[in-house]
C-alpha cells in the first residue's frame, strides 16, 4: 500500500503540470486536447511496435475506445475551465470529483455506500462551494471545471473496472487515447463549422509544449494511474487528485503571477480540500497497518 500510495502522489504531482501547459500552449481548448489524444496515440502505438506487443482491435476492447471518448471530453471542458477563468479555477474545480465518485462508484461497481467517503468529500465540495462565491468572473470557468470533474471522476470508475486488471497497461491507454481521438473527430465538424481550420494552425512552441504534455502528463502519467488502481479504489484517486491544485496553484503563481487574482475565500476554500486529502490519506495509512 506504502508504494502504491508513492506512485499515487507522483502522478499526482506530474498532472500538477498540465494546467500550465493549458495556460502556456495558445490554441483552445478543443484543438489542445486533439493534439494531446492524438500524440499521445503515436507515442504509444510506437512504444508497443517497439515492445513487439500486438495492437489489433479486439472487440474486448470498445469499452476502452470508449473510455477514451469519455476522457477526451473531459479534457476539453477542463482547458476551457482555464481559458474562461484561469489555471487555479480549473484544477480546484477537479477536487469535484471526488465528490461525484463517491455518488457514482457504488451504483456503477455494485458495492455498498461508505459513509466515511461521503464525509470526505462533502469537506472537499464544501471547499469547492467557497470559491465558487468568491467571483461572478470565473463563474463560467467553474461550470466548465464541475462537468470536467463529472467527466474524470466516471474515467476512473470505468478504468478501475476494466482496465485496473489489464495485463500490458500500454494497450489499454493506447485504445483509450486512440477512443479519445474519434471522441474529437465526432464534435470536428462542429467545431469547423464556428471556427474554421484556423483553430487547429500551431507554432513551433505550441507543438513542443504538445509533445511535452501528451509524453509526460499524458502517456507516462495515464500508465501510473492503471498501475495505482490495481491496489487504491477510484475514490481514493480521485479524492487524492484534490491535491493537484496545490501543485498547479505553486506554479501558476511563480509563472503567471496568479495569486494577484485569488481572494481569501479561495484560499479557505483551499484548505479545506487539502484536509479532505489529508483525512483519507491518512484512514488508508491506518486501516493498512491494521491488516498487516
Same mark, same amino acid.
Given at each position: 500500500?506504502?508504494?502504491?500510495?508513492?506512485?499515487?502522489? /507522483?502522478?499526482?504531482?506530474?498532472?500538477?503540470?498540465?494546467? =500550465?501547459?493549458?495556460?502556456? !500552449?495558445?490554441?483552445?481548448?478543443?484543438?489542445?486536447?486533439?493534439?494531446?489524444? $492524438? !500524440?499521445?496515440?503515436?507515442? $504509444?502505438?510506437?512504444?508497443?511496435?517497439?515492445?513487439?506487443?500486438?495492437?489489433?482491435?479486439?472487440?474486448?476492447?470498445?469499452?476502452?475506445? @470508449?473510455?477514451?471518448?469519455?476522457?477526451?471530453?473531459?479534457?476539453?471542458?477542463?482547458?476551457?475551465? !482555464?481559458? $474562461?477563468?484561469?489555471?487555479?479555477?480549473?484544477?480546484?474545480?477537479?477536487? &469535484?470529483?471526488?465528490?461525484?465518485?463517491?455518488?457514482?462508484?457504488?451504483?456503477?461497481?455494485? #458495492?455498498?455506500?461508505?459513509?466515511?467517503?461521503?464525509?470526505?468529500?462533502?469537506?472537499?465540495?464544501? &471547499?469547492?462551494?467557497?470559491?465558487?462565491?468568491?467571483?461572478?468572473?470565473? #463563474?463560467?470557468?467553474?461550470?466548465?471545471?464541475?462537468?470536467?470533474?463529472?467527466?474524470?471522476?466516471?474515467?476512473?470508475?470505468?478504468?478501475?473496472?476494466?482496465?485496473?486488471?489489464?495485463? =500490458?497497461?500500454?494497450? =489499454?491507454?493506447?485504445?483509450?487515447?486512440? &477512443?479519445?481521438? *474519434?471522441?474529437?473527430?465526432?464534435?470536428?465538424?462542429?467545431?469547423?463549422?464556428?471556427? &474554421?481550420?484556423?483553430?487547429?494552425?500551431?507554432? %513551433?512552441?505550441?507543438?513542443?509544449?504538445?509533445?511535452?504534455?501528451?509524453?509526460?502528463?499524458?502517456?507516462? %502519467?495515464?500508465?501510473?494511474?492503471?498501475?495505482? @488502481? #490495481?491496489?487504491?479504489?477510484?475514490?481514493?484517486?480521485? /479524492?487524492?487528485?484534490?491535491?493537484?491544485?496545490?501543485?498547479?496553484?505553486?506554479?501558476?503563481?511563480? @509563472?503567471?503571477?496568479?495569486?494577484?487574482?485569488?481572494?481569501?475565500?479561495?484560499?479557505?476554500?483551499?484548505?479545506?480540500?487539502?484536509?479532505?486529502?489529508? @483525512?483519507?490519506?491518512?484512514?488508508? *495509512?491506518?486501516?493498512?497497518?491494521?491488516?498487516?
Amino acid at each position: 500500500m506504502y508504494k502504491a500510495l508513492l506512485l499515487l502522489h /507522483l502522478s499526482v504531482f506530474i498532472a500538477g503540470f498540465t494546467g =500550465v501547459f493549458g495556460r502556456v !500552449i495558445s490554441v483552445d481548448a478543443f484543438a489542445l486536447t486533439f493534439y494531446r489524444v $492524438l !500524440i499521445a496515440a503515436v507515442l $504509444l502505438y510506437l512504444l508497443l511496435r517497439w515492445r513487439r506487443v500486438a495492437v489489433q482491435f479486439k472487440h474486448s476492447e470498445l469499452r476502452f475506445l @470508449l473510455i477514451g471518448l469519455i476522457l477526451s471530453w473531459h479534457w476539453v471542458f477542463f482547458y476551457a475551465s !482555464i481559458k $474562461l477563468a484561469n489555471i487555479s479555477i480549473g484544477v480546484i474545480c477537479l477536487s &469535484g470529483m471526488a465528490f461525484f465518485c463517491a455518488l457514482l462508484e457504488p451504483v456503477l461497481l455494485h #458495492r455498498r455506500f461508505r459513509v466515511r467517503e461521503l464525509g470526505f468529500a462533502l469537506v472537499g465540495i464544501s &471547499g469547492i462551494a467557497l470559491i465558487f462565491n468568491f467571483d461572478a468572473r470565473f #463563474r463560467a470557468g467553474i461550470t466548465c471545471g464541475m462537468i470536467c470533474a463529472l467527466l474524470a471522476a466516471c474515467y476512473a470508475i470505468f478504468n478501475k473496472r476494466y482496465g485496473a486488471n489489464a495485463a =500490458v497497461p500500454e494497450r =489499454v491507454i493506447f485504445w483509450e487515447m486512440s &477512443g479519445g481521438v *474519434l471522441g474529437i473527430l465526432m464534435l470536428m465538424p462542429v467545431y469547423l463549422a464556428f471556427y &474554421g481550420g484556423k483553430g487547429l494552425s500551431l507554432n %513551433l512552441k505550441d507543438l513542443l509544449a504538445l509533445c511535452a504534455l501528451a509524453s509526460v502528463c499524458t502517456v507516462g %502519467l495515464y500508465l501510473l494511474q492503471i498501475v495505482v @488502481l #490495481r491496489y487504491v479504489s477510484a475514490f481514493t484517486m480521485n /479524492l487524492t487528485y484534490n491535491l493537484e491544485p496545490i501543485y498547479s496553484i505553486a506554479a501558476a503563481m511563480l @509563472l503567471f503571477s496568479e495569486n494577484r487574482e485569488l481572494n481569501f475565500s479561495f484560499y479557505c476554500g483551499l484548505c479545506f480540500i487539502a484536509m479532505s486529502v489529508i @483525512l483519507q490519506t491518512a484512514s488508508l *495509512l491506518w486501516e493498512s497497518r491494521a491488516v498487516t
